[in-house]
């Protein structure tokens, strides 16, 4: 599974809601490059940015649905991040990906913030037809059973997909070589942290930051917290570097930051 996170893959960081086309192009290529070479299936899910994060915290909806206008900016939220997804999908069409958009809106139900449903018969479905498919779902909101509505998180679709399925490889191409001490836009002498480990976690928990920007799915530090516990390894790597996406498909050694069960 590759996670094309927010902070790349839109203008996250302005606020602004806009597809980075040529990064997610480039990273596009270089799937198309690695799928050249060998033969895996792969699941995408982009991370919500702005199309997402400015919506919720603007509509103040992130603890649920209770007037009208949390529902206005309910349906706002899933559209606007369903646009995302398309416009991913159709960049990763153009570059000879087989990308199925699957807004995770359409098929997941949560309770207090926490998936009770997923529909996997789609993707199923797909790579029966062809392992050439690539579904590519994202991080929006969707029904809750307690709260009419909640924000389901990226990360929280990819764990729950890694804990039902086999899955040998998941990649978070993020804007940072991956975790570090601490926060290395605002400390230099913080260093980056080859491995994490369950044993290792609570060492250097204190160092790793929530995200700067924007954010209603608890930045980097709530990414690990979610990993630890699945039964895959994962890679964290920075995708704004050209050539990592692709080398970490090809099992190449990628500077970045693996977390191991």
């Not at 789609?122 to 779902?137: C, T």
């Not at 804007?175 to 400390?187: C, E, L, N, Q, S």
């Amino acid at each position: 599974m590759l996670k094309i996170g927010g902070s790349i893959c839109t203008e996250k960081s302005k606020g602004k809601f806009k597809v980075k086309a040529r990064t997610v192009a480039r990273i596009a290529s270089e799937i198309a490059e690695a799928r050249g070479q060998r033969e895996f299936r792969l699941l995408v899910v982009n991370g919500a940015g702005p199309f997402g994060h400015v919506n919720v915290a603007e509509y103040d909806i992130n603890n649920g649905l209770f007037k009208a206008r949390d529902f206005e900016g309910f349906v706002k939220t899933v559209c606007d991040c369903s646009h995302e997804n398309y416009i991913i999908s159709e960049i990763l069409r153009r570059k000879g990906i087989l990308a199925y958009p699957y807004p995770s809106s359409g098929v997941i139900i949560q309770a207090k913030k926490r998936i009770v449903y997923f529909d996997f018969d789609v993707i199923k479905r797909l790579w029966d037809s062809s392992e050439d498919l690539v579904p590519v779902m994202n991080g929006t909101m969707v029904p809750d059973t307690e709260m009419k509505g909640s924000v389901v998180s990226g990360d929280a679709v990819i764990e729950h997909i890694a804990t039902r399925m086999k899955v040998r490889l998941i990649i978070f191409a993020t804007d940072v070589d991956g975790i570090y001490t601490a926060d290395p836009r605002k400390k230099k002498g913080a260093k980056l942290i080859d491995v994490i480990t369950k044993d290792r976690f609570g060492d250097i928990k204190h160092g790793i930051s929530g995200s700067s920007n924007v954010d209603v799915t608890g930045g980097m530090l709530g990414k690990v917290e979610r990993l630890l516990g699945l039964g895959a390894k994962t890679l964290i790597l920075n995708g704004n570097k050209p050539g990592r996406v692709r080398d970490a498909l090809l099992g190449k050694a990628v500077k970045g930051t693996m977390i191991k069960p």
